[in-house]
T-cell receptor
Framework: ETGVTQTPRHLVMGMTNKKSLKCEQH?????MYWYKQSAKKPLELMFV???????ENNSVPSRFSPECPNSSHLFLHLHTLQPEDSALYLC?????????????FGPGTRLTVL | AQTVTQSQPEMSVQEAETVTLSCTYD???????LFWYKQPPSRQMILVIR??????QNATENRFSVNFQKAAKSFSLKISDSQLGDAAMYFC????????????FGTGTLLAVQP
């Protein structure tokens, strides 16, 4: 449907587990983003990568660890999460430096922490 | 700090009718961009329409148009000839101009379309 894919689409994990979320964009963009979407709250920007370099960390707890090996791939490594971390995690990409820099979103990963 | 407010948590419209979703924002910047995103039940966030603050003309995309009132800091979305496929959560978003790619979102408006 769009050029941004995310896997897995659903993930259930315990608080002691380690898992990773994957995002891939096929749009030739140079910026990638992680957002957290919780019910009845605005989307929260977590991390921004421009040209594989992290340019924004929005005070995210260290139990979330991003990785951007190249401009097309973005990971979010999860460890020792808390139940309040349960949410929809959205990845987005854009062509940074353009006049409008519209972000295109993936379908999200629904994360449940038990 | 910039904020985006969507005061209507839920709206409903009859098929083929027109509906307007409200959005207000707070900023001291003069250069910025505004967006409306749609998130259907399948969860894929899709860009609906965007507006550059320096443009006085309201943006339009087929059945979607905006009423951009810069002085009032208002950016409403009008959907004409509503269709069942328009049912979704709609988010208003703001981005400051310049070398930043940080989007600030509102809390969203859930739009139901009645057949």
């Amino acid at each position: 449907e769009t050029g941004v894919t995310q896997t897995p689409r659903h993930l259930v994990m315990g608080m002691t587990n380690k898992k990773s979320l994957k995002c891939e964009q096929h749009l030739g963009h140079n910026a990638m983003y992680w957002y957290k979407q919780s019910a009845k709250k605005p989307l929260e920007l977590m991390f921004v990568y421009n040209f594989k370099e992290q340019t924004e960390n929005n005070s995210v707890p260290s139990r979330f660890s991003p990785e951007c090996p190249n401009s097309s791939h973005l990971f979010l490594h999860l460890h020792t999460l808390q139940p309040e971390d349960s949410a929809l995690y959205l990845c987005a990409s854009s062509q940074a430096g353009g006049s409008i820099d519209t972000q295109y979103f993936g379908p999200g990963t629904r994360l449940t922490v038990l | 700090a910039q904020t985006v407010t969507q005061s209507q948590p839920e709206m409903s419209v009859q098929e083929a009718e027109t509906v307007t979703l409200s959005c207000t924002y707070d900023t001291s910047e003069s250069d910025y961009y505004l967006f409306w995103y749609k998130q259907p039940p399948s969860r894929q966030m899709i860009l609906v329409i965007r507006q550059e603050a320096y443009k006085q003309q309201n943006a339009t995309e087929n059945r979607f148009s905006v009423n951009f009132q810069k002085a009032a800091k208002s950016f409403s979305l009008k959907i004409s000839d509503s269709q069942l496929g328009d049912a979704a959560m709609y988010f208003c978003a703001y981005r400051r101009g310049g070398a930043t790619n940080k989007l600030i979102f509102g809390t969203g408006t859930l739009l139901a379309v009645q057949p």
